[in-house]
T-cell receptor, first 115, second 108 residues
Framework: DTGVSQDPRHKITKRGQNVTFRCDPI?????LYWYRQTLGQGPEFLTY????????KSRLLSDRFSAERPKGSFSTLEIQRTEQGDSAMYLC?????????????FGSGTQLSVL | RKEVEQDPGPFNVPEGATVAFNCTYS??????FFWYRQDCRKEPKLLMS???SGNEDGRFTAQLNRASQYISLLIRDSKLSDSATYLC?????????FGTGTLLAVQP
């Protein structure tokens, strides 16, 4: 499977714990995005990387959230001191970023439940 | 005002019906628009891009009205397999902005 892969698929954690998610984009894609989606809502933009550079972060991304893409390939999203409001589907997407109207390819997401 | 607004539905239609969704956007500088489809518990996938001149892909037709700042999606001859959430999307700076989605349920 050469699509975007995310791990884990599901994560259940207790409030206050730290969690880390991984995303492996399509290999030739230089752009990587993290989105968050809650029930009944569309995906909300969190952050964006071009290669290893994090070029934009949403105001939704509090200082408890950090994302990295150290070698311009896979990316990790860490949430520290989780809160119940962090419960959501975390979606990773990648694109080739060639010209405008780029197509995003999404992974299956990591469903986070904070108890 | 939200950047992208959609009627959440649900739209319950019989097989074979024609159904249309509209989506309004607030940023008049927006250049590129898309419709994405999301099946229940699945990731969003690109359905089609939306061009100013309108574009058609089989039973699906997308239109862009820049003067009124809305885009539309028309589905003809609905199939059971069309049941999904349809997300209106515009391209902002360095990211895609998604609407809340419109739920379509095609009934046998």
């Amino acid at each position: 499977d050469t699509g975007v892969s995310q791990d884990p698929r599901h994560k259940i954690t207790k409030r206050g714990q730290n969690v880390t998610f991984r995303c492996d984009p399509i290999s030739e894609h230089n752009r990587l995005y993290w989105y968050r989606q809650t029930l009944g809502q569309g995906p909300e933009f969190l952050t964006y990387f071009q290669n290893e550079a994090q070029l934009e972060k949403s105001r939704l991304l509090s200082d408890r959230f950090s994302a990295e893409r150290p070698k311009g390939s896979f990316s990790t999203l860490e949430i520290q001191r989780t809160e119940q409001g962090d419960s959501a589907m975390y979606l990773c997407a990648s694109s080739a970023g060639i010209g405008r109207s780029e197509k995003l390819f999404f992974g299956s997401g990591t469903q986070l439940s904070v108890l | 005002r939200k950047e992208v607004e959609q009627d959440p539905g649900p739209f319950n239609v019989p097989e074979g019906a024609t159904v249309a969704f509209n989506c309004t956007y607030s940023n008049s500088a927006s250049q590129s628009f898309f419709w994405y489809r999301q099946d229940c518990r699945k990731e969003p996938k690109l359905l089609m891009s939306v061009y100013s001149s309108g574009n058609e892909d089989g039973r699906f037709t997308a239109q862009l009205n820049r003067a009124s700042q809305y885009i539309s999606l028309l589905i003809r001859d609905s199939k059971l397999s069309d049941s999904a959430t349809y997300l209106c999307v515009w391209e902002g700076t360095n990211k895609l902005i998604f609407g809340t989605g419109t739920l379509l349920a095609v009934q046998p």
